[in-house]
């Protein structure tokens, strides 16, 4: 069983920056490849950002690549959404969610074991 929890989210303007952290429970967060999804009003759930457990190799929506950057450190069982160059696109509730470690990378929401609560993300033009 894994439990995640999100924090960071807020509200900023277009251009600013945000840092969204996801704090797991569980001694075996190391196994588990972890992504960071978005989910707007109306719209489905995307997947932003995926890192794999030994941090290599990294996935990004097309939509956030040079701006948003995931990372994780497996000592303190968190992962990170580093989010740059915002835009009132990007506004939306992000969760992190984790998969137990398969040789392939899933994009796909239906393929994560465990969701977190969500935090808001809101960027005002």
């Known amino acids: 069983q894994v439990e995640l929890v999100e924090s960071g989210g807020g509200l900023v303007q277009t251009g600013g920056s945000l840092r969204l952290s996801c704090a797991a429970s569980?001694?075996?967060?190391?196994?588990?490849?972890m992504g960071w999804f978005r989910q707007a009003p109306g719209k489905g759930r995307e997947c932003v950002a995926v890192i794999r457990w030994s941090g290599e190799p990294r996935y990004y929506v097309d939509s956030v690549k040079g701006r948003f950057t995931i990372s994780r450190d497996n000592a303190k069982n968190t992962v990170f959404l580093q989010m740059n160059s915002l835009k009132p696109e990007d506004t939306a509730v992000y969760y992190c969610?984790?998969?137990?470690?398969?040789?392939?990378?899933?994009?796909?929401?239906?393929?994560?074991?465990?969701w977190g609560q969500g935090t808001q993300v809101t960027v005002s033009s």
């Open positions: 569980g001694r075996t967060f190391s196994s588990y490849d």
């Open positions: 969610a984790a998969r137990y470690s398969r040789p392939v990378i899933t994009t796909h929401p239906d393929g994560y074991e465990y």
